[in-house]
């Protein structure tokens, strides 16, 4: 599995983006799906989590503000991100997982290359 990702971008506090993860090589519709982010000096950290019949998972700074979805005739995972602040600029990257969903990185076998999230003030 191939994972693209796209749609970060320069957006100001209070704004919104949408991120799309683009799989190909095979279809993702029975894999679980996830967006993590590694901002500068950081370490990679858990954004959300979706499973192959649509349950989902967010990480408490996320509820409410970010959305995961996908739509598996399209083989593409979606962030849409809303009410952005700075500490949500990072590099985020989407994963996949044959079996299951969950939180943790190390659990994801495929990963695309990351789309940079810049929020300013």
């Known amino acids: 599995v191939q994972l693209q990702a796209y749609g970060g971008g320069l957006v100001q506090a209070g704004g919104s983006l949408r991120l799309s993860c683009v799989a190909s090589?095979?279809?993702?519709?029975?894999?679980?799906m996830a967006w993590f982010r590694q901002a500068p000096g950081k370490e990679r950290e858990f954004v959300a989590t979706i499973t192959w019949i649509g349950g989902t998972l967010y990480a408490d700074s996320m509820k409410g503000r970010f959305t995961i979805s996908r739509d598996n005739a399209q083989n593409t995972l979606y962030l849409q991100m809303n009410s952005l602040n700075l500490e949500d600029t990072a590099v985020y990257y989407c994963?996949?997982?044959?079996?299951?969903?969950?939180?943790?990185?190390?659990?994801?076998?495929?990963w695309g290359q990351g789309t940079q999230v810049t929020v300013s003030s």
């Open positions: 090589g095979r279809t993702i519709s029975s894999y679980g």
């Open positions: 994963a996949a997982k044959r079996l299951g969903a969950g939180k943790m990185a190390v659990d994801y076998e495929y």
